[in-house]
């Protein structure tokens, strides 16, 4: 079964740090790899993006603050978020992406709740 399993998510004050993992039941090989994050009312947003090549971008939003790498070899991505502020608190979902012989493959974890209050 095709999986993305998010963990780390919890509740955090501001100024504070989380570490997110995205677990695959699949290679992760040439996949883009996506975190993405939904806050209430409001709409699913890029947060960071990983290549197959590692090459990376972010949201101007987290810029500095977050970083995403990817393990191949443990099929799982990673979320440094650093330096957390209220306007962080979302779900946070994971993504993987792949295009290959022109057929799409595109996956989404679950989900897992951040909230950064004091």
């Known amino acids: 079964q095709v999986q993305l399993v998010e963990s780390g998510g919890g509740l955090v004050q501001p100024g504070g740090s989380l570490k997110l993992s995205c677990a695959a039941s699949?290679?992760?090989?040439?996949?883009?790899i996506g975190w993405f994050r939904q806050a209430p009312g409001k709409e699913r947003e890029l947060v960071a993006r990983?290549?197959?090549?590692?090459?990376?971008n972010y949201a101007d939003s987290v810029k500095g603050r977050f970083t995403i790498s990817r393990d191949n070899a443990k099929s799982t991505t990673y979320l440094q978020m650093n330096s957390l502020k209220p306007e962080d608190t979302a779900v946070y979902y994971c993504n993987a992406e792949r295009w290959r012989l022109g057929v799409r493959r595109n996956y989404w974890g679950q989900g897992t709740q951040v909230t950064v209050s004091s």
């Open positions: 699949f290679s992760l090989d040439y996949y883009v």
């Open positions: 990983v290549t197959g090549g590692g090459v990376t």
